[in-house]
C-alpha cells in the first residue's frame, strides 16, 4: 500500500518529468508506473449487490445514526 508521501513523490517527479520533456519526441504526457493497480472499469459491482454492501457497512458504522 502507498503512503501519502509515496504518492506525493510520484506526483511530483511525473510533473518534473513532463514539465521538462522534449514536447516533439514525447507528445504525450509521461505517467510513471504506481505501486497500485489501474482501476479496471469493469470490476464494479452491480446496484443490487452495492445497494446489499452500503447496508452491510451501514450496519457496522459507528456514525450510522447520523
Known amino acids: 500500500m502507498a503512503s501519502d508521501a509515496d ?3 510520484i506526483t511530483l517527479a511525473e510533473w518534473f518529468a513532463n514539465v ?12 510513471f508506473p504506481r505501486p497500485w493497480s ?3 472499469p469493469n470490476a464494479d459491482v452491480t446496484a443490487q449487490e452495492r ?3 452500503e ?4 450496519a457496522r458504522s459507528a ?4
Open 7 to 9: 504518492v506525493a513523490v
Open 20 to 31: 521538462h520533456r522534449d514536447t516533439e519526441k514525447a507528445r504525450e504526457p509521461f505517467r
Open 38 to 40: 489501474e482501476r479496471d
Open 51 to 53: 445497494a446489499e454492501l
Open 55 to 58: 447496508q452491510k457497512l451501514l
Open 63 to 66: 456514525l450510522r445514526d447520523r
